[in-house]
């Protein structure tokens, strides 16, 4: 089978053994995969000594064939894979075995992948297979950095600063249902004219002084993926004793904190990471009772895969990329 591996230093399409679905297990005939920032990351995390691994999170497919013991699925089922691996139950924190598919364990750019049944979920019928592909990752950390961790309320404003990111896109989408105002940030005119589209109720150029443009909002909760550029940017518009979640650092992981002024205006700082399967299935649940559709920003063939990891690493797209394995 073909796939998008990393091996060596190198990122290459190649082919690889067909997997077998063992007592447990559902080996997948995979029609799209999703990429995700942690893509761009991973390959310069291995190093240049590391065995082949096969890049990829999110995906969706066909159900090909099931190991001894499953009985949740069929063959011919149409399913979305969970990426969040070993996370089941709602936790503060996910529990020691929790870890990401794509690394270490072989991800979601090939044909076919295998899979314990209960990573997998039925794909939402109202989604297409682009959609649906690129749906589990970006999804199931917004809606816990929203929801389980901000406590987003319908009173509130929410600030999200790098409206293009994928993850944003979900985040305005949930919270508009939710009933809050939706306030973002972007480097370009066109991502923040699509935000508007999508629903925000107010969009400001990134690259704007925040304080002055925001200064008649009251801001209540912010939710910051982009780190080192925005953060004190962000902790400066945020009302007095209000909620900042973090789950993500696409600028820079470090930055310099005022503790003075952060223990005077009380806020709180909170981390998320990814969801258990439980808040999986609560957004599932979330996204079709309110017909939510992913922004997907553009596809990419699999054999073109190196092409959308360059275009997401210059953080071209508004929403998310999708690699298109098979018809
Ligand atoms: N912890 C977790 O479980 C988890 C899960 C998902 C994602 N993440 C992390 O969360 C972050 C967001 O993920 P994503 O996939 O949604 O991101 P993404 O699609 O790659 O988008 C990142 C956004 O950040 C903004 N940005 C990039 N460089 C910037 C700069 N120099 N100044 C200001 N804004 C900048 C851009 O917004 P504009 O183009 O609109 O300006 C860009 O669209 C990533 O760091 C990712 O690794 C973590």
């Known amino acids: ?33 999703g990429l995700n920032r942690r893509d761009v ?19 969706a497919g066909v159900v090909e064939a099931i190991g001894e013991g499953v009985s949740e699925f069929s063959v011919g089922d149409e399913v979305i894979v969970n990426p969040s691996l070993g996370w089941y139950e709602n936790a503060e924190a996910p529990p020691k075995q929790f870890d990401i598919l794509g690394m ?24 297409s297979w682009e959609e649906a592909g690129v749906l589990a990752l970006s999804g199931l950390t917004g809606y816990r950095a929203l929801f389980t961790k901000g406590n987003l309320q319908a009173e509130d404003t929410l600030f999200i600063p790098g409206a293009g ?5 979900y985040l305005i989408q949930f919270a508009k249902k939710a009933g809050a105002r939706v ?18 109720d107010r969009a400001i150029d990134t690259n704007s002084d925040w304080s002055e443009e925001l200064k008649d909002e009251t801001i ?57 399967q439980e808040e999986l299935h609560a957004m599932l649940e979330y996204i079709e009772q309110h017909e939510i559709h992913p922004i997907v ?19 071209k797209q508004f929403g998310k990329v999708v690699l298109k394995v098979s018809d």
């Open 1 to 33: 089978m073909k796939a998008f591996v990393h091996a060596y230093g190198e990122l290459k399409v190649k082919d690889m053994n067909e997997p077998f679905a063992d007592h447990g297990q559902v080996k997948v005939s995979l029609k799209t995969a």
């Open 41 to 59: 990351a991973v390959p310069g995390r291995r190093g240049d000594e590391a065995e082949p691994l096969i890049l990829g999170s999110d995906g």
């Open 104 to 127: 270490p364990d072989n991800g979601t750019f090939t044909e076919t992948i295998v899979l314990p049944a209960e990573q997998l979920e039925k794909k939402p019928e109202h989604l």
């Open 165 to 169: 990111s994928g993850v944003a896109t």
């Open 183 to 200: 306030i973002v940030s972007s480097r370009s005119e066109e991502k923040c004219n699509q935000a508007l589209e999508l629903g925000a």
């Open 220 to 276: 209540d909760i912010v939710i910051d993926s982009v780190g080192q550029a925005t953060f004190n940017r962000s902790l400066d518009v945020l009302e007095k004793g209000g909620r900042f979640v973090t789950f993500g650092a696409t600028t820079d992981d470090t930055v310099e904190l005022n503790l003075r002024k952060f223990f005077y205006g009380q806020y709180k700082l909170i981390g998320s990471t990814m969801g258990s």
């Open 297 to 315: 920003d553009r596809s990419f063939l699999l054999d073109d895969a190196q092409s959308a990891l360059d275009y997401l690493k210059a953080s």
